[in-house]
């Protein structure tokens, strides 16, 4: 992960330090339906990251009064700072104060929304090494709460997206013995989500989709 601050057209370098104490100096830091969409429009083809690609449509999302979605905020503590010359600055020493939980969360319809969102380059499963034991606990917490929760898997060799639940995710981390979530798991239970234009990552599509799955399963 880099983490790059642009101040008077300088950018600031950082060393991170990770809540197990390791540092890494910034150059190391680097199925209810499936939705119809235009699959010819690919944010990867474009040079876009998911990441960019789910802020995008948040934007699009609160522009037009359909959600409220926002990417949380990682806290840093700067606690070292070097001013080689006048326009720049350098950021020696820095620790992530917590450690994070999972990407997003914000309102829709009256409903919290909380997901991470994560990418492979596997093509025929989900590695469950990208998730940490403290995001899965989050997620938990916040369904036993009545949360919506879930997880955004892009697979970029193969380009494709999918929406699945927390709560599958959870208890396959709880009682299954592999390493990783079978793809033809998540064809299974997850949505696929086809790509677009505006929005990008029509995510909200599968929330309604899932929401109507469940009050069609358990009744309003």
């Known amino acids: 992960m880099l983490f790059g601050i ?3 057209r300088s950018v600031i370098k950082v060393v991170i ?4 104490g390791q540092a890494r100096p910034s150059h190391q830091l680097s199925k209810p339906t499936i939705l119809e969409g235009n699959k010819k429009s690919n944010f990867a083809n474009r040079g876009m990251r998911f990441e960019e690609a789910i802020n995008q449509s948040n934007d699009y999302y609160l522009s037009r009064n359909i959600a409220v979605v926002h ?11 070097d001013y080689p010359r006048r326009s720049a600055a350098v950021i020696k020493e820095a620790y992530f104060k917590e450690a994070s939980t999972t990407d997003y969360n914000g309102v829709y319809k009256g409903r919290y929304l909380d997901f991470e969102a994560k990418e492979t380059k596997n093509k025929t499963s989900f590695p469950l090494k990208n ?3 403290h995001q899965i606990t989050h997620m938990k917490m ?3 709460q009545g949360g919506l929760c879930f997880v955004l898997l892009w697979f970029s060799t193969i380009q494709r997206c999918f ?3 927390s709560p599958l995710l959870v ?3 709880e009682t299954s013995q592999r390493k990783s979530l079978p793809l033809g798991v998540i ?5 696929e989500i086809s790509l677009g234009i505006a929005p990008r990552i029509p995510y909200i599509q599968a929330v309604d989709a899932y929401i109507q799955s469940k009050e069609t399963q358990y009744g309003k």
Do not use: A, M, R
């Open 163 to 165: 929406f699945y639940p």
């Open 187 to 191: 064809e299974q239970n997850g949505i």
């Open 71 to 81: 990417k949380k905020p990682t806290p840093v503590q700067i606690v070292s700072v």
């Open 171 to 173: 208890s396959y981390w």
């Open 131 to 133: 998730f940490h034991q």
């Open 142 to 144: 916040c369904g036993n």
């Open 6 to 8: 642009l101040i008077d």
């Open 17 to 20: 330090h990770y809540p197990n």
